[in-house]
């Protein structure tokens, strides 16, 4: 495994829901947190300021609908979406990410698995 450091970006708006991802995704020790944005249109800036590798990304959030963040931001990092309503993932959005987690977080080791993913990916 490789010591190279993935730096990854939450946008949520429920901070209790970002403390458990901060938790999971600490198990993960090449990942480091560059920040958290509760609204898309500071999310939108801080992705291509920040230019994080993974991005940890609410469909139903304040501002904009999560999708269209990815679609302002230049800079597209590989994106777990996170969202109680799959089905608006799956229908409504064009969205490229890598994996999809489910709210409520059921299950720690899904989340993991699709860090690893995105980190397999980017080689």
């Known amino acids: 495994m490789s010591n190279k450091e993935y730096r990854y970006l939450i946008i949520e708006d429920d901070p209790a829901f ?12 090449q990942m480091k947190l560059i920040g958290t944005s509760d609204n898309t249109l500071d999310a939108a800036k801080r992705i291509d300021l920040d230019k994080p590798d993974i991005l940890l990304l609410d469909i139903n959030i304040s501002g904009l609908e999560g999708p269209e963040v990815l679609e302002l931001s230049e800079h597209k990092p590989k994106t777990i979406v996170i969202s109680s309503h799959p ?13 999809f987690i489910q ?13 690893h993913k995105c980190i397999d990916i980017m080689g």
């Open 87 to 99: 089905e608006e993932v799956m229908e409504n959005y064009d969205v490229e990410y890598v994996s």
């Open 103 to 115: 709210k409520p977080l059921k299950n720690a080791e899904q989340l993991i698995n699709a860090i």
């Open 18 to 29: 970002v403390e458990i991802l901060k938790v999971v995704v600490s198990k993960v020790p």
